[in-house]
């Protein structure tokens, strides 16, 4: 907040230029992706970033392979489709990881161009196998689009070693900003194909003449830049794997004090994402009077269940700056004075 109190400088401006740069150059190390791909921040939030993958990758009649386990599995199969492609929609259980067998087998016949999927699915609280969906894409020759709007700056994400061809994300998750940005990186074969007719506002290669070449695209807004930049230096003082370790040790603690007071989560504990908890409402419990009773009195706010899951979880994020122990136990002590429980003797 502090940041965005800085000078409005212009988009071209020669200081704000370089702070771009080390946007670019920060966001490359935090997305792992390697130097030849294209990544900066889009003006927008995540799903402007699901849109701009999809729009400079597909063209009309492709064939997609979207893996929807989840709200925004869902969405990323719906926007795909937008862009004029065929999309076969790979469902899997909400609450359970995809499995990458299932993946085998559809793309066996090698009629898929591209392969989508969410990585850390916000719906259910599952994070996806998308190292080894990858490398079923790439035994295809298939194009890769991966949503990682909740797993980037909080778990692990590796697009040199998934060769993802897109990969984007949102600021005000794992990065710890306010929305408004969306943190995206697209492979040098992605941008070498000229695929697609992206909306002006989402054209990667004239997003490009404007982040390298400095030519006006469009007027980025600096306060926003300010913040993302703030937030990215603090991930890089925390170094990547201090900061993946904080969210493990936060999710743990969650679960801990969870558990204490009879509580457990939706996915198997193989495929829990850290940075967003899946907590199954026990029977006879009213859902969103717990929700309202934990803003109103606790004032902490946790998410209702999505869809299918309506009802049936709540969603705690513990994700940026928030992804602490101390938070976990706040929660949990509100949930515990919310339900009326109090720690299980053990
Ligand atoms: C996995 C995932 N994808 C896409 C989006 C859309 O992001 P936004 O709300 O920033 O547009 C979200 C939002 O929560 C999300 O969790």
């Known amino acids: 907040m502090q940041a965005m109190t800085g000078p409005l400088r212009s988009h071209l401006d020669p200081e704000f230029v370089l702070l771009l740069d080390d946007v670019r150059a920060r966001l490359t190390t935090l997305f792992q992706a390697p130097p030849d791909h294209f990544t900066f921040a889009l003006s927008g939030t995540g799903t402007t970033g699901m849109d701009a993958a999809a729009a400079n990758l597909l063209e009309p009649g492709m064939m997609v392979l979207c893996v929807v386990n989840g709200y925004f599995g869902d969405r990323l199969a719906q926007v795909c489709a937008l862009h004029g492609a065929f999309v076969e929609r790979l469902e899997g259980e909400w609450g359970q990881a995809i499995d990458p067998a299932q993946v085998e087998r ?19 609280g599952v994070i996806n196998p998308v190292g080894e969906v990858a490398a079923i894409a790439r035994q295809h020759d298939a194009l ?16 040199a ?22 943190p995206i990186t697209f492979s040098a ?33 600096a306060p926003m830049i300010y913040a993302l930049h703030a ?16 969210h493990a040790d936060a999710h743990s603690a969650l679960v801990a004090g969870l558990d204490a007071i009879g509580l457990c989560l939706l996915p198997a504990l193989a495929h829990r994402l850290h940075s967003l908890n899946a907590v199954c409402v ?36 513990l994700m940026g700056s928030g ?7 706040k929660v ?15």
């Open 231 to 246: 937030a990215l230096t603090e991930a890089a003082e925390e170094g990547l794997e201090a900061r993946w370790k904080r």
């Open 106 to 124: 559809v793309m066996s016949d090698g009629r898929f161009d591209v392969v989508a999927i969410v990585h850390g699915e916000t719906s259910t």
């Open 282 to 317: 026990p029977d006879g419990v009213d859902a969103s009077e717990v929700k309202d009773c934990m803003l109103t009195r606790h004032q902490i706010e946790i998410g209702a269940g999505l869809g299918p899951l309506a009802g049936k979880i709540w969603r705690i994020g």
């Open 144 to 159: 890769l689009i991966v949503d990682a709007v909740t797993s980037l700056g909080a778990v692990p994400v590796d697009v």
């Open 189 to 221: 074969r992605l941008r070498h194909r000229r695929a697609g007719t992206p909306p002006f506002s989402l054209d990667v290669k004239k997003l490009e003449d404007f982040w390298v070449r400095r030519r006006y695209h469009h007027t980025i807004s």
């Open 161 to 182: 070693a998934w060769n993802a061809d897109a990969c984007y994300s949102c600021s005000q998750k794992g990065i710890g900003a306010p929305s408004g940005l969306a």
């Open 332 to 346: 949990v002590t509100a949930l515990a004075k919310s339900l009326g429980r109090t720690p299980l003797s053990r």
């Open 323 to 329: 992804a602490t122990i101390h938070n976990a136990e």
